[in-house]
T-cell receptor, first 113, second 113 residues
């Protein structure tokens, strides 16, 4: 089962920031937070990941709380092409644990014109 | 750099027939994963290769599914004999090592009639 909880759906106005929350209260010390999205029926697309520090790349920013029990993915200027299902996934790095991604139901983000 | 390539993009077969799906990972990626999404369900992990070795095959549903990765390059997933419940989208992903993010292909939509 997925170790994350996300809202089922969200709307965002085009050009505004989209803030997608994720709860992962049982996250372990060696687990990273990953975000992927799936547009229509395409393959999941990698967005960003982080451990405890905030991260930013050309697609998005990831804000992780100090206790690491929740995080927020921020799309700074949402466009219609950002309409997709967004998945928050916790996954270990290092060690001998499983390296599979466990997808939950995600958040269906709809960007409105 | 070419992404993960899957072939075919669509396949329609009759119940009881055999189908083989192919995945070409990103060049240099030792890790290869298979996932699938059946109708109305979440994306589920099937198995993980490191080079030609099966690292984790805990998600394979039954012995009608056989995955191979001879030579540690491309991988095939064979379903024999196919059943109606095998219909869905099969995704392949690859990563450079176990600790780096995985990149997904566009998937193969399998329909068993």
């Amino acid at each position: 089962d997925a170790k994350t909880t996300q809202p089922t759906s969200m709307d965002c106005a085009e050009g505004r920031a989209a803030n997608l929350p994720c709860n992962h209260s049982t996250i372990s010390g060696n687990e990273y937070v990953y975000w992927y999205r799936q547009i229509h029926s395409q393959g999941p697309q990698y967005i960003i990941h982080g451990l405890k520090n905030n991260e930013t790349n050309e697609m998005a920013s990831l804000i992780i709380t100090e206790d690491r029990k929740s995080s927020t993915l921020i799309l700074p200027h949402a466009t219609l092409r950002d309409t997709a299902v967004y998945y928050c996934i916790v996954r270990p790095r290092g060690g001998s644990g499983t390296y599979k991604y466990i997808f939950g139901t995600g958040t269906r983000l709809k960007v409105l014109a | 750099e070419a992404g993960v390539t899957q072939f075919p993009s669509h396949s329609v077969i009759e119940k009881g027939q055999t189908v083989t799906l192919r995945c070409d990972p990103i060049s240099g990626h030792d890790n290869l994963y298979w996932y699938r999404r059946v109708m109305g369900k979440e994306i589920k992990f099937l198995l993980h290769f490191v080079k030609e070795s099966k690292q984790d095959e805990s998600g394979m549903p039954n012995n009608r599914f056989l995955a191979e990765r001879t030579g540690g390059t491309y991988s095939t997933l064979k379903v024999q004999p196919a059943e109606l419940e095998d219909s869905g989208v099969y995704f392949c992903a690859s990563s450079r090592d176990r600790n780096t993010e995985a990149f997904f292909g566009q998937g193969t939509r399998l329909t068993v009639v």
